[in-house]
């Protein structure tokens, strides 16, 4: 049931990944009877940017006459904790769209973007980071899917002051949750005919930790013999990815690592602006900007109104795909690859002057 | 001691790496009577490629006669521990200079390189990562220096396995090794003209631990009120890193975050086979390559002997300064950027083909 659910998932995620190297695709989907059937999403417009954004999805949606109608929930970063109705709603729709929750730094407030993925048990996010045609960059060539073990690690926020000036942060590793990931990482490799899966760790400094990480990635290597696997300390790696950013295919890292990897990556490939992502679990997902979801953005971009809305409306191509809505995914991310190729509008992260609803008219303008 | 670890720093901060634009420099220097006197240094030349590049500089100083003699060490990464009388060697002489160590991935034996920062409380690692004239990269206008934390967070080695399947790793933060650590980046920014001091932290989830250090990067910087200070979460970094280098000028960071950003950020700047940096503490100081010290190279370059020695010769004109030579260090610095500015002499890392043997010979020869 759940195996299927993220199969499909997955399945889903991988047409997106390979369709990105086409400006329109040419394939034909034979919907089920009932499929069209307007499906409910709990939607989290958040703090800073995030109204904006989600706000551009909503306007792209409703142009399309997409088969999607939005639950919202008025959710800050400051919160103590989830509200009420949320979390129930996600588990009757399955499946979220979010801008970003600001958590404050310091102080005793959690984040509730952590919250949520562990209430949720999302514990695979992923992000693709890939060079889009028309944006250029300082890299050329990649293609890189970071996927990030979501829930353990160091972002368990287990810590404590042990005497006043010494505190004791917990980074804590299963093999229950690095095994998952790592059969995560290589299903999706697998599905979406990717031919190399790199487990990225510091293991030689954490040896039990790490250690731990990497002996799963070992086994579940073995199950997949025709995918090369390899691991690289995370020190070289960084290095790595600004040197050569070609040999790398999939990723598979534990919580901190993933973090800073895929913002890195997709700060390569042109800005965690424009890179899609989600996060998966056995039963929910929650889709939001690929990289960098808790980063709701500056003052400025939210007085000008110049958020770029690229990273959540091809994110929300990537929901279509899991609702199985697949024209309407093909469409969405036809549209946004057309406006992004052009050059035309672009917003202030990728060099151009335009507002967030500038470009939400330009991609409206380019559907077919 | 507290004047000398003034003098100390007052050698090692001397603008490691000026950017050279005139092949020779116009600056007097005035020796003390006795300042001649030749100094020795404790020489690890290491795993893999160590002896390789140490090798490279011991040929260098004996072609410049510099006053310097090395007392050398076998020591391999595969050790239990840091063999006792390299040890008093390194106390004694208060100057080391090594190759990489080879960490073991997993295993029981820990990191040799750790092991001697930590005996030899070697707090502050710096690396300046500068585009150097003549190696093109994609990067330009980068300056920065990484000054990270060398002895505690997640690199201090607390592991545990609480119970089989689940390992419990230890991040400790303390306030006295975040204030030095803090102290020693604004210091430096003050001593070298530097105009900002970023700090690179998680504390938005890790808020007792990053918060703890936020706090005392804080107090630091209200005692030099004439450079800026700013903060900086680490994910948003690595993009920033990536997309807007020149964003950056002394960054100051805990243990992890200040391994992967020194990495990438001599990735930008040219790679980590030319970055020079090092290692000091109160009373001693390490030289060896800046940013992924342990990394000793992969079979092939040891075979063929194509390891690129630039990174420890760099290095080795920022050690010549600290053991107050200051015309030796000059002349070698400007043998090597002449070197790599004429772009006919350089290793696989950098373009070209070269062994060692021929960039240490081109270097001799642009000797004055």
């Avoid at chain 1, 949750?177 to 299903?187: M, N």
């Avoid at chain 1, 697998?190 to 510091?202: C, D, E, I, M, Q």
């Avoid at chain 2, 650590?181 to 003209?193: G, Q």
Wanted: charged share 20%; glycine share 8%.
């Amino acid at each position: 049931m759940s195996r299927r659910q993220s199969l499909t998932l997955v399945k889903n995620l991988g047409r997106f990944t390979t369709g990105s190297k086409n400006q329109t695709r040419s394939v034909t989907y034979m919907p089920r009877p009932g499929d069209g059937k307007p499906r409910p999403v709990t939607l989290i417009p958040g703090d800073g940017v995030g109204p904006l954004v989600t706000n551009a999805v909503e306007q792209v949606m409703e142009a399309m006459h997409a088969p999607v109608y939005f639950e919202p929930f008025d959710v800050h970063g400051d919160m103590k904790s989830l509200p009420e109705g949320l979390v129930e709603s996600i588990k009757k729709n399955k499946v979220c769209l979010k801008g970003g929750l600001k958590t404050p730094v310091g102080g005793g407030v959690s984040s509730l973007n952590v919250n949520l993925r562990k209430e949720l048990d999302l514990f695979a996010s992923l992000v693709n980071c890939f060079n889009l045609p028309g944006l250029a960059s300082r890299h050329e060539n990649v293609d890189i899917v970071v996927i990030r073990e979501n829930t353990e690690g160091e972002y368990a926020g287990l810590e404590h002051e042990v005497v006043p000036g010494v505190v004791e942060s917990l980074k804590v590793i299963t093999k229950f949750c690095s095994e998952r990931i790592a059969k995560y990482a290589f299903e999706y490799a697998y599905l979406n005919n990717r031919k190399k899966v790199t487990a990225v760790h510091k293991a030689n400094i954490m040896k039990l930790a790490d250690g731990l990480f990497l002996e799963s990635c070992q086994e579940v290597a073995k199950k997949y013999p025709s995918i090369a696997y390899n691991e690289i300390i995370v020190d070289n790696c960084c290095m790595q990815l600004v040197a050569r950013p070609e040999q790398f295919d999939v990723m598979v890292t534990p919580n901190l690592y993933g973090n800073l990897v895929a913002n890195t990556a997709a700060g390569i490939a042109g800005g965690t602006g424009v890179m899609p992502g989600g996060n998966v679990g056995a039963e929910y997902a929650v889709f939001e900007q690929g990289a960098s979801a808790g980063n709701v953005g500056k003052d400025t971009t939210e007085e000008q109104k110049n958020a770029n809305p690229v990273a959540l409306l091809l994110s929300s191509a990537m929901m279509l795909r899991h609702l199985q809505f697949p024209s309407f995914a093909d469409r969405l991310e036809t549209a946004v690859k057309r406006v992004i190729a052009e050059g035309k509008c672009r917003t202030e992260d990728l060099g151009g002057k335009s507002t967030t609803q500038e470009v939400v008219d330009a991609v409206i303008s380019k559907l077919d | 001691m507290a004047k000398r670890s003034v003098s100390i720093l007052n050698r090692l901060l001397a603008n490691p790496s000026s950017p050279f634009t005139a092949p020779t420099r116009s600056i007097t220097y005035m020796p003390r009577p006795g300042d001649g006197a030749p100094r020795t240094v404790t020489l690890i030349p290491g795993d893999g490629i160590g002896p390789l590049v140490t090798g490279a500089v011991e040929q260098v100083f004996e072609a410049m006669h510099a006053p310097v003699h090395f007392e050398r060490y076998e020591v391999r990464g595969n050790m239990r521990k840091v063999p006792e009388e390299v040890m008093e060697s390194v106390k004694r002489n208060k100057v080391c200079l090594k190759g990489g160590l080879a960490t073991p991935v997993g295993g029981g034996v820990s990191s040799l390189n750790m092991q001697l920062r930590k005996e030899l409380d070697i707090f502050a690692s710096l690396v300046n990562c500068i585009n150097v004239p003549g190696l093109v990269t994609r990067h330009e206008n980068v300056d920065i220096v990484v000054i990270r934390e060398n002895t505690e967070g997640e690199y201090a080695g607390l592991e545990h396995e609480v119970v089989p399947g689940v390992v419990e790793s230890l991040k400790v933060i303390t306030k006295f090794c975040s204030e030095r650590i803090a102290r020693y980046a604004f210091e430096y920014a003050y001593l070298n003209n530097r105009k900002k001091v970023t700090a690179v932290h998680k504390a938005n989830i890790m808020k007792l631990a990053d918060g703890l250090f936020l706090e005392s990067c804080r107090e630091v910087a209200k005692a030099y009120p004439g450079i800026t200070y700013n903060e900086i979460i680490v994910d948003n970094c690595c993009m920033q890193l990536v997309a807007k280098p020149e964003q950056f000028d002394v960054m100051v960071t805990p243990n992890l975050y200040g391994n992967l950003i020194a990495n990438t950020a001599a990735g930008i700047a040219g790679g980590t086979g030319v970055m020079p940096g090092g290692n000091v503490g109160a009373e001693h100081a390490i030289f060896e390559q800046g940013a992924s010290a342990g990394n000793v190279g992969n079979d092939k370059i040891v075979e063929q002997k194509k390891a690129n020695p630039v990174a420890l010769l760099l290095s080795s004109a920022m050690m010549l300064k600290h053991l107050q030579f200051p015309t030796f260090a000059d002349r070698l610095e400007v043998a090597v950027k002449q070197v790599i500015r004429e772009g006919k002499w350089r290793t696989k890392d950098l373009g070209g083909d070269c062994t060692t043997q021929e960039v240490v010979d081109a270097v001799i020869a642009a000797l004055d």
